[in-house]
């Protein structure tokens, strides 16, 4: 069994910084690409940022040079700090992880249940 758990939502004020962490455990033999996505009320989820194995970044144009995604490979972690937070940036953020369980050649992709950050206007 595989478990992506987010942390780090809350409320900030507009300007404010936020930083969200997502953790990946259990029968784990590898984790590829992990990114963020984030769904505001009544919309889509959307991409927001996504890392590779060896630290390659992407980013969505609506965060680009606000939000940062990095992550620390040995704990399976994935971090996404935000900052410049608007109130359109209000939404639930996920966490998707692709994962390799340990004595299984297949890659999976693991979803984590989201954290709530919320930016007022």
């Known amino acids: 069994q595989v478990q992506v758990v987010e942390s780090g939502g809350g409320l900030v004020q507009p300007g404010g910084s936020l930083r969200l962490s997502c953790a990946a455990s259990?029968?784990?033999?590898?984790?590829?690409?992990m990114a963020w996505y984030r769904q505001g009320a009544g919309k889509e989820r959307e991409l927001v940022a996504t890392?590779?194995?060896?630290?390659?970044?992407n980013y969505a144009d609506f965060v680009k040079g606000r939000f940062t995604i990095s992550r620390d490979g040995a704990k399976n972690t994935v971090f996404l700090q935000m900052s410049s937070l608007k109130p359109e940036d209000t939404a639930v953020y996920y966490c998707?992880?692709?994962?390799?369980?340990?004595?299984?050649?297949?890659?999976?992709?693991?979803w984590g249940r989201g954290t709530q950050v919320t930016v007022p206007s």
């Open positions: 998707n992880a692709q994962i390799r369980q340990r004595n299984l050649w297949s890659v999976a992709t693991h």
């Open positions: 259990g029968s784990i033999g590898s984790v590829n690409n």
């Open positions: 890392i590779t194995g060896d630290g390659g970044t």
